[in-house]
């Protein structure tokens, strides 16, 4: 098995610490908020504040459970379009109200049925590119375990872009490019490491600005060793981004994303 | 009964350029033909077409089918003639993730549409108005969005910020180019938040809708419209219907995802016919002529 394998297989493990273990683990005093003000509330997207140490901060995170019952409940951490507008919305009201926001993502992607499109999971996450490009408060991402396409980067217009060392963030599941290009679902192993998924090649390709380290003995087994490490650089990057003035602030999450694309000109 | 067999024809949905070249075994199978290129099948009533009949429009004469168009086509039915200036004409993609055979991919798309990437930009007036305009090719890779249409639709709606000028871009789309891998997702990001900044200065950004639009264009700037126009009939969504239909393992309703259905769940302003677009683009401009 190749390193890009592992890491999808290690991600996937049904004990991998999802979001709401993070946000208890990193903040404090954490309330849940509830809805998108327009048609539901969506379980695979935990919302609300906290403090970061002494400071508030909102944080966001698409959820995944342990349980066929927890997944269920979250829908085994691929949102709807409501999803990504409560967390638009919560976004909006940390700009009101000056506080940082934190993300954190892990998801196979946006959920593909029919009241999906009829209630536009396209629109909900284009508007969420748009809207957290310009949000006139800083965005830190973290890719705590899977990171599947546009239902991913909806959360991930950061000025910061983290990943733990066994994340990943791809345009669509090694299964996926396998049996679509190749016609071929038994290359997944092949197109994993093809797809440059893994936090390493992220790093190089500068999607990714910083990569957390994860403990041998398996992140479920040692959470707080790595919420530690998270919670200092967490402090340490937003206490930085909150001196800054808005326009440089905005100019420069402009310039992260401007920059990507390989092409020749002549 | 297949009456037509054995000889040539094209379908419009494939892209022109590709006519004839497949084996007769193969057309013999795949769908009745007629002599030398002179009719078309409709994919959507299936009828045969004598091709004279069809206009600039690419209309299908007999169940008034919208079919796809090419920019070249596009420019000819939609700017004021003698108006349209290209902008970075030249630009062409690398392989950033080495897929094998990607340039061998390319050049085949190259030749198969005629252009040298998925979309072509430019300025030009409509109805005399000026405008940047955009229009995405369906017959390259699927108008598929990696690097260079990321780049080139930026850039336009750069372009348009600073000149203070509307921008309006024609979709059509499979979605993000996965050769190119997660940079082209990168692109939905690198659009939309060019359009922010559009949409910051009061601009007008009109979205036109062509058949099929899906996946990351669909997740990205084409659903950012302030106004979003539709062609009949066009396919319309995020996810692609084999998945959903693989991910939930039911029947997808009868004109599921198609521009009526967006209209109806409010995602649509209005659906055109393309034998109105023109006006309709130059009276919307017009309505939000500055100054
Ligand atoms: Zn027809």
Redesign the interface.
């Known amino acids: 098995m190749n390193e890009a394998m592992k890491s999808v297989s290690i991600v996937r493990k049904i004990e991998r610490p999802n979001t709401r273990q993070f946000i208890d683990a990193i903040f404090n005093d954490f309330m849940e908020f509830h809805g998108d003000r327009l048609f539901a509330d969506d379980g695979a997207v935990v919302g609300g504040i906290a403090f970061l140490e002494k400071m508030p901060v909102t944080v966001v995170g698409i959820q995944k459970g342990h349980t066929l019952e927890e997944n269920v409940a979250c829908n085994f951490g691929s949102p709807n379009p409501e999803g990504y507008r409560k967390a638009l919305r919560l976004m909006k009201q940390a700009e009101k109200f000056h506080r940082p926001v934190v993300t954190f993502i892990n998801t196979a992607g946006?959920?593909?049925?029919?009241g999906?499109?009829?209630?536009?999971?396209?629109?909900a996450?284009?508007?969420n590119?748009?809207?957290m490009?310009?949000l006139k408060t800083p965005v830190i991402s973290i890719f705590i375990g899977e990171g599947g396409?546009?239902g991913a980067?909806?959360l991930a217009?950061g000025d910061a872009v983290w990943m733990l060392e066994h994340g990943m963030?791809?345009?669509?599941s090694p299964e996926g490019?396998a049996s679509?290009?190749w016609r071929d679902s038994s290359r997944v192993a092949e197109a994993a490491e093809?797809?440059?998924?893994t936090a390493k090649d992220?790093l190089k390709?500068e999607?990714i600005d910083r990569m957390f380290p994860e403990p041998k003995e398996g992140l479920e087994n040692n959470l707080d060793a790595v919420a530690a490490e998270l919670k200092k650089a967490l402090l340490e990057t937003l206490s930085k981004l909150m001196e800054e003035e808005t326009s440089l602030l905005l100019e420069n999450?402009?310039q992260r994303?401007?920059k990507?694309?390989?092409?020749?000109?002549? | 009964m297949n009456l037509f067999g054995k000889k040539s024809y094209f379908s419009l949905e494939g892209g022109e350029k590709e006519r004839t070249k497949r084996s007769d075994k193969k057309r013999q199978k795949a769908e009745p033909s007629i002599p030398d290129g002179m009719w078309i099948k409709c994919n959507t009533c299936k009828a045969i077409i004598y091709k004279k009949e069809v206009t600039e429009y690419k209309l299908c004469p007999n169940c008034d089918a919208h079919f796809r168009m090419s920019p070249s086509e596009r420019i000819a039915i939609t700017c004021d003639e003698g108006t349209w200036v290209e902008l970075d004409a030249k630009m062409r993609p690398k392989n950033p993730m080495n897929y094998p055979d990607y340039e061998q991919v390319i050049e085949k798309a190259q030749k198969k549409a005629g252009i040298l990437e998925g979309v072509v930009t430019g300025r030009c007036k409509i109805c005399g108005q000026d405008t940047v305009l955009a229009m995405m090719d369906s017959h390259f890779i699927m108008g598929s969005m990696g690097s260079v249409v990321g780049e080139k639709v930026t850039r336009a709606v750069e372009y348009a910020t600073e000149n203070r000028l509307p921008i309006i871009i024609f979709t059509t789309s499979g979605g993000a180019r996965m050769q190119e891998g997660i940079i082209s997702l990168m692109q939905m990001a690198k659009v939309a938040e060019a359009l922010g900044r559009h949409d910051e200065a009061g601009l007008l950004y009109v979205a036109v809708l062509t058949d099929p639009t899906t996946g990351g264009v669909t997740a990205s700037f084409a659903m950012l419209g302030d106004i979003i126009l539709s062609e009949p009939k066009a396919l319309i969504g995020f996810a692609g219907q084999r998945v959903i239909q693989g991910t939930i393992h039911q029947k997808l309703p009868e004109g599921f995802q198609r521009a009526e259905f967006q209209l109806e769940h409010g995602f649509v302003d209005r659906i055109v016919h393309r034998e109105k677009l023109r006006e309709e683009l130059g009276k919307i401009l017009l309505l939000h002529k500055e100054g």
């Open positions: 946006a959920f593909c049925g029919i999906a499109e009829e209630r536009g999971q396209g629109e996450i284009a508007r590119l748009l809207e490009s310009r396409s546009g980067i909806a217009v963030y791809s345009v669509l490019f679509i290009l093809l797809m440059k998924m992220l390709n999607v999450r402009y994303f401007r990507f694309g390989e092409f020749v000109e002549s």
